[in-house]
């Protein structure tokens, strides 16, 4: 069980996130890439990790720019699990161009 990150755990820990932004109740961030295929395999990448950590994001293609939402729906808001997933979310789409 997660646990739910205050206002302030929030911001704390997206600083560390370029480009995230969020509450309590959610994380997000979007990436564009040069080509609708690479942004496929941003997807693919991402599909792995959440298998791995058992953690799901949103996702919402639109040509060659990904949003992705997280939050632990269970718990009701931004957990660390989402804080970890971003991490490696952001580390995975940069290697392959995602700005």
Not at 56 to 69: C, G, Y
Request: hydrophobic share 40%; with cysteine.
């Amino acid at each position: 069980m997660a646990r739910l990150l205050d206002a302030e755990e929030t911001a704390r820990q997206l600083a560390s996130l370029p480009g995230w932004t969020g509450s309590t109740s959610e994380i997000r961030r979007s990436y564009t890439f040069l080509s609708f295929p690479t942004c496929i395999s941003a997807v693919d990448e991402i599909a792995v990790l959440a298998e791995e950590m058992d953690h799901h994001p949103d996702l919402d293609i639109r040509w060659r720019t990904l949003h992705i939402v997280l939050s632990t729906h269970s718990e009701g808001g931004t957990t660390q699990l989402d804080i970890e997933l971003a991490h490696q979310i952001h580390d995975a789409v940069t290697a392959l161009g995602g700005t």
